[in-house]
């Protein structure tokens, strides 16, 4: 599953529903397609470092402004 990775966020800490895990998040076509343990990251994919850093797969920002324009 993991091996058509099109980019893999490696490093930061990888917060779930079950808690936080030292892995890294495989993404394909704008998925999250796995959680997998550290290793090098499937050829032709984009690698993105997160040391240091939280990683929240599939959070939203939900903090919106619904009443601009008009009510500032």
Known sequence: MSESAQLVIT???VYTPAGSREVDVHVAGGR???LAPRRQAPPGARVLDARGL???PG???VHVHSRD???P
């Open 59 to 61: 959070a939203l920002d």
């Open 32 to 34: 999250v397609m796995a």
């Open 69 to 71: 324009p008009g009510f």
């Open 11 to 13: 490093g930061g800490t």
């Open 54 to 56: 939280l990683v929240l």
